[in-house]
């Protein structure tokens, strides 16, 4: 008798144990999380049609400037990667010299800095090296097959602007849309926790009464006909997130991959931490389902 309450005993033991691994190796989990931005969604770009105070200007020009440069670094290491040749040999110099100011306080673009950074853009090959990056998605994406949450950063304002180094006028959401869709059908994500942000609603608030959201996706009408739906901009943000859930083809409600969807300000410090303490409520919520313990 008193053998099989030991026994009872270290198969409660035993069971304490598991449950106290699996939460360890989900913990452990937890650390992989990885960020992919929309390569399209530009970085410090103002874009406000009513654009900005002189104090604004001010403040936001040295983030701007810092930006620039951090592209240029970015581009110079990726020639040098993929073994590209500049078209024009004392550009490789010139970029260089911008690209070594990352880090340097006080930043600042004269004119003729805006000059010279302008022939380097022009480059065909810092062109070449700049539109590689759609041939690299196959290759990187596999740096993410073990990780457990995906955050995606889109623009809401892009839905009327084209890609600047497209030569097809393509809309700019098309394209985060398409890329998207790449990410989250991967297999690497398939019981992934994918996170999307959906950033510049104040800039999609401001635009939305001045330039038509129909005109660049006449599907909105159809889709406010038969929802019967009024044409709003709540109603309007409603459809843009239905565009994202539309390209999931898996569409089991069982699965364990999980998109959730917030409609952010980057610049309202507050409501971003806000957004972040719940992704991180979410997150652990998703690790303790993975384990079996919710």
């Known amino acids: 008798m008193g053998g099989g309450g030991s026994k009872k005993k270290e198969s409660s033991g035993s069971k304490d144990k598991k449950i106290e691994e699996k939460l360890k190796a989900e913990k452990h989990k937890a650390n992989n999380l990885r960020i992919i931005l929309d390569p399209k969604f530009e970085k410090g770009k103002p874009s406000t049609s009513g654009g900005y105070t002189a104090e604004e200007r001010a403040r936001y020009a040295p983030v701007i400037v810092q930006n620039v440069y951090q592209a240029l670094a970015d581009l110079a290491d990726a020639m040098d990667t993929l073994k590209i040749k500049y078209e024009r040999s004392d550009h490789a110099k010139s970029i260089l010299t911008y690209a070594n100011q990352v880090s340097c306080d006080d930043l600042k673009m004269s004119s003729e800095d805006a000059g010279k950074i302008k022939k380097i853009w022009n480059d065909k090959g810092i062109q070449q090296a700049f539109q590689s990056q ?143 303490f719940n992704i991180k409520q979410e997150l652990i919520a998703s690790s303790l389902r993975k384990a079996g313990l919710l």
């Open 134 to 276: 759609k041939a690299e998605r196959r290759k990187w994406i596999h740096s993410f097959e073990i990780v457990t949450s995906v955050i995606f950063l889109a623009s809401l304002s892009d839905y009327d602007l084209k890609l600047a180094e497209s030569k097809t006028d393509e809309n700019r959401m098309r394209e985060s849309l398409k890329l998207f869709e790449y990410i989250a059908n991967h297999n690497a994500f398939q019981s992934t926790l994918i996170i999307v942000f959906l950033n510049k609603r104040d800039l999609f608030e401001e635009k939305f009464e001045k330039s038509d959201f129909d005109k660049h996706f006449p599907e909105y009408k159809d889709w406010r006909k038969e929802e019967g739906a009024p044409k709003t901009m709540e109603s309007c943000l409603q459809f843009i997130e239905k565009l994202y859930t539309r390209r999931l083809k898996n569409k089991d409600p069982s699965s364990e991959q999980k998109v959730i969807f917030h409609k952010t300000v980057a610049t309202n410090t507050n409501a971003i931490c806000e957004v972040f």
